[in-house]
């Protein structure tokens, strides 16, 4: 048994979904959250930016004595993971592979779609990871930049003229090549599950990243004996590198709880 | 006569509408353009971050021999203006007085509203100077989060039911409210005139906060003897902090001329 917490980080709140996904699938474990909200959206930054940006970001989470780090953070994942793994020697765990290795079991024709942010699709990382494990599968993909501004205006409602007309005009193309299985490749897109579901049917898979992760997370620290005791309840705690006003009512959206945490501001750039 | 280059800045590439108006309204007139797109967007943060920011912003532009710094940003000019010219020597024109000063000499009825990111509403900067210029006029406020990334994806034409949707929820209840005179407190903006003139209907006069604070610039430079040969044609140049890649396709977007500027990259966390 290994009581030290996860760390966890994302660009902003999106990365909270994964938390949620986290207590769900290891309730006993302790998390440490950091949301790097002064520098939000990582989205459509350089590739130089990014890793920086990361490598503050783990320097930060380290502070703490902790087992295992979660990247939350689709846009990290794609551009910054190998990097991160070469420099720390605790597991680290990425939002591409798990998500990818589950697409390639739920598929029966092989034809998986990905939507993430520019800077994830830009990459290419899900498409070369998803080749890698079988280079028959088709892969069509497409950046949805309008989806976390969205989201993060609480525009994620079915009967929203708004978010129901930009979901269409960036999935309808994807349904209609056929693919019978969707990455959701942000953290922010769970929240639009029912939106996504609707648009593309009842025939297509959604895969989230940030579960998948969660479940790999789980499987890392069974096979390295790394998990904490299972009677107990884990707690979480809450950084974030600007203002902390508005923590609670983002952090109730994407964790889809009705709790009061808060957050502790840091300076990143110390980091 | 002083051939020295105006600077300009913004958090991102929305100051190019502030350039627009400085090349129609002072064509002679040098300028250097700094986009802080590797922090883009101001909006939502802390007031010591964006002071931190506004001063490096400031102190990249002076690397060059400027006469004059005008602050397209509108978030930078509601909360840290006062600090940069207290400690800079050179006039400094920010976004919010010039098109105050604009609106009461329009208004008829002394309804004013004032649209914003959340930064600049919540700083109640806009609001105070309307005050200070006249106690008897009455402020309508709003801040409209969702214009600035769906003008950034190109959601400005008449017909596109999702700008229509947005612009008509944050609009209607102003219009509503009998205001005839609203500013337009952000340089993301100017590019919804024809959205936001179709829902305020034509008695409500439009004034826009980068093309004001252009005339004022006019007015300060003649004033202090500072203007150049007006028989030249000025010439541009343009610095970002993060990926030049799509710079020409949203200077295009945002100067509204078809031409081929290229922008150099510069680290801001040297400044």
């Known amino acids: 048994m290994d009581m030290r917490p996860i760390g966890v980080f994302d660009s902003g709140l999106g990365g909270l979904t994964a938390v949620r996904s986290l207590r769900q699938i290891l309730p006993e474990e302790n998390l440490i959250y950091f949301g790097d909200t002064a520098r939000v959206p990582y989205g459509g930054r350089a590739r130089e930016t990014l890793l920086k940006y990361a490598r503050q970001d783990v320097r930060f989470l380290r502070s703490f004595d902790l087992k295992a780090i979660l990247v939350a953070c689709g846009t990290v994942s794609t551009t910054s993971l190998s990097t991160l793994r070469s420099e720390n020697e605790l597991p680290i765990v990425g939002v591409v592979e798990p998500s990818c290795q589950r697409a390639l079991t739920v598929t029966k024709n092989k034809r998986v779609g990905i939507i993430a942010t520019l ?42 003229v708004v978010i129901e007309t930009v979901a269409r005009e960036y999935l309808e193309p994807m349904r209609d090549e056929g693919i019978d299985t969707l990455i959701l490749g942000c953290t922010h897109y769970p929240l639009l599950t029912k939106i996504i579901s609707h648009v593309m049917g009842p025939d297509v898979t959604l895969v989230s990243a940030g579960e998948e992760s969660a479940f790999e997370l789980k499987r890392l620290l069974k096979a390295e004996g790394l998990r904490a005791d299972e009677s107990r309840q884990g707690e979480a705690e809450f950084y974030v590198s600007d203002r902390v006003e508005d923590f609670e009512r983002i952090a109730s959206l994407f964790l889809q709880e009705d709790l009061r945490h808060t957050a502790r501001r840091i300076d990143i750039d110390q980091y």
């Open 119 to 160: 800077a994830s699709i830009r990459s290419g990382a899900y498409e070369a990871a998803l080749r890698r494990m079988d280079p028959e599968v088709e892969v069509i993909s497409r950046s949805c930049p309008l989806f976390v501004p969205l989201v993060e205006n609480g525009r994620i409602e079915p009967g929203d």
